[in-house]
């Protein structure tokens, strides 16, 4: 007996040329065509717990049963998850994958809310330090806006910093990413802070002060979330306090439990590597 995953809303369709030209130009390579699929590896079936299943009625969630593997839908989704800003990673996460039950029911309350949050134009700061997993609420956050058809981008401050200083000879392109930023219910601008320690010059750090505030700026009165390991004093003595202003319109929660612990995913990994299971790609948060 073969089980079923959810299908594809009928309306998350193949990509327009100019998003698949996007995808392709960041898509790490790891699934080119729906006949190299990393879920089944060319199998058809794959091993999952039966709760993922649409037709497992009265099979125990936890129970490990073998999937059907709709190999294109996986491949469609994963592409649109990709031109939406989501690694792979966090496409395959849903919200049965916290560690900690007090960041799960906070999660939980802010995906159950994402449609008011996207409709008022309320956002959200997430502060709290390394493995709290503020960047999983907020890629859950991405996928519930998804699911509910609002647009949403997630990106990282060191990605959104690069692209504006690659883009800086290119007005056109500048543009398009600036409309995308810009545009969309939803931006997740996810760790705040650590792009100084990888680009510790100056002169960019002056530059992602700026790109900061405009981005901030360009987006009052609509929904950002954004999180970040860093103190507001040290936000205020990178960034100024013109950011720190615009972050204090954001509704503010600080971390403090730790849910990934630095042996919880190679634990899990390891895992579902010697239960030969493979997790799909999920429509949704999974509330
Ligand atoms: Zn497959």
Not at 157 to 173: A, C, G, H, M, R
Not at 241 to 264: A, C, H, I, P
């Amino acid at each position: 007996m073969t089980y079923h995953l959810r299908e594809n809303p009928t309306w998350l369709t193949g990509l327009l040329n100019h998003e698949a030209d996007e995808v392709d130009i960041l898509d790490n390579g790891v699934w080119p065509s729906p006949s190299k699929c990393p879920i089944c590896w060319g199998s058809g079936t794959f091993r999952w717990y039966a709760y993922e299943a649409i037709d497992a009625a009265g099979v125990p969630p936890m129970e490990v049963v073998e999937f059907e593997c709709p190999c294109v839908e996986q491949w469609m989704l994963h592409r649109f998850f990709s031109y939406c800003g989501l690694s792979l990673l966090y496409q395959r996460l849903s919200i049965r994958d916290f560690s900690s039950s007090e960041v799960q029911d906070l999660a939980i309350k802010y995906i159950a809310q994402v449609g008011e949050y996207i409709r008022y134009g309320q956002g959200m700061f997430l502060v709290g330090s390394h493995g709290t997993g503020k960047s999983m609420i907020a890629a859950l956050v991405t996928k519930a806006a998804i699911y509910y058809r609002f647009s949403a981008y997630f990106i990282t401050f060191n990605d959104l910093v690069n692209v504006y200083i690659q883009t800086k000879f290119s007005p056109e392109k500048r543009e398009e990413m600036k409309r995308r930023f810009l545009g969309v219910n939803l931006l997740v601008i996810d760790d705040v802070g650590q792009e100084e320690t990888q680009n510790v010059q100056q002169r960019k750090t002056s530059q992602a002060r700026a790109i900061l505030d405009e981005v901030l700026r360009g987006r009052q009165g609509l929904c950002t979330f954004v999180t970040s390991n860093f103190p507001k004093n040290t936000l205020a003595e990178h960034y100024g306090q013109n950011v720190v202003s615009l972050l204090s319109e954001l509704d503010k929660k600080e971390l403090y439990s730790t849910d990934f612990r630095g042996d919880f995913l190679p634990k899990r990994t390891q895992l579902e590597r010697s239960n030969h299971l493979t997790r799909p790609v999920v429509w949704g948060a999974g509330l």
